[in-house]
């Protein structure tokens, strides 16, 4: 309403401006055009004083709209220094995958779970037991799978890895056609990625304390065989030497061994399966000096 009212006086004062400076003389017209400048500027400090009080509220919400969208789609972009797009550049890409069983009774379940805004859990990719796969994240995106861990010396694993997540609830044993899209799927993200062997893993590798997937009956060798993670070489094991370090082999695996037990006991599920006792025999120390020297 403001804006129309002092469009229309200024249209007039600059028409009426136009009319007297074609008909006065030059002193005149120097007079006239200080009076009129005085007069417009006047007449716009007026404006703004006027329209500020009415015009503020919308800018706070414009600012203020603005600022939520500026952390919702760039969260990572500073505010406060200047911005340069740089013309090279791409996504990160995932160079990690972990793999869960998700203790639940059917995919369905899983789903469900996964789309319940109080369980703050997520995956990229379920796996039904018939080899159905449901997608829930885009590869890009940071999936809330792997939680609180460490393998190495990286300690966001999220930010890091794919979560792939097969249907079992942790006492049955995975059938073949879960295993078969599990090998293609796997073979697609390494091709893509460029994932190496090594970096295949599963969620009890990186959280020995909490968790305890994929099960011992999950085939980490068939796995291996494909390139996807390690293991061992049966007809190449030979005794460990007596220098052999087991907690700097765990450690150097990726094992975290603040919690030394727990770290055997993931180890031995993974490799061992049939005794998950938090010491380390003969024959297991000889497979982890094996898989120690592979590294
Ligand atoms: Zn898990």
Redesign the pocket.
């Known amino acids: 309403m403001y804006y129309k009212i002092y469009t229309k006086i200024s249209m007039v004062a600059i028409l009426l401006a136009t009319i007297l400076f074609t008909s006065c003389s030059a002193r005149k017209r120097q007079v006239l055009q200080h009076n009129l400048t005085t007069s417009i500027t006047e007449d716009i400090a007026l404006f703004k004083e006027t329209l500020a009080p009415v015009l503020a509220p919308a800018i706070d919400s414009l600012t203020l709209a603005k600022d939520k969208l500026h952390a919702a789609f760039e969260p990572g972009r500073r505010k406060d220094l200047s911005w340069v797009p740089a013309i090279h550049g791409d996504l990160r890409k995932p160079n990690y995958v972990?793999i869960?069983?998700?203790?639940q009774e059917t995919l369905a379940q899983t789903i469900r779970t996964f789309t319940l805004p109080h369980t703050k859990v997520s995956a990229h990719y379920i796996i039904g037991k018939n080899g159905e796969v449901v997608q829930m994240l885009n590869d890009y995106e940071r999936a809330w799978?792997?939680?609180a861990g460490k393998w190495g010396s990286i300690t966001d694993l999220n930010s890091v890895s794919l979560?792939i997540?097969l249907d079992n609830n942790g006492f049955q044993p995975f059938p073949t056609a879960q295993i078969d899209v599990l090998l293609t799927l796997l073979d697609t993200i390494k091709v893509k990625y460029g994932i190496p062997a090594a970096n295949f893993i599963g969620?009890?590798d990186i959280?020995p304390t909490r968790?305890n997937?994929?099960s011992t009956l999950f085939p980490w060798e068939q796995l291996a065989s494909r390139g996807f993670g390690i293991w061992y070489d049966l007809q190449f094991l030979e005794t460990a030497p007596d220098s052999f370090n087991t907690t700097d082999a765990l450690r150097i695996i990726g094992y975290d061994t603040r919690n030394l037990k727990a770290a055997i006991i993931a180890f031995k599920r993974k490799f061992i399966r049939k005794d998950l006792s938090p010491e380390l025999t003969v024959f297991d120390k000889s497979v982890l000096y094996n898989i120690y020297k592979k590294l």
């Not at 869960?100 to 203790?103: D, G, I, R, S």
């Open positions: 972990i869960h069983h998700t203790a799978h792997a939680g979560g997540e969620h009890a959280a968790k997937d994929p």
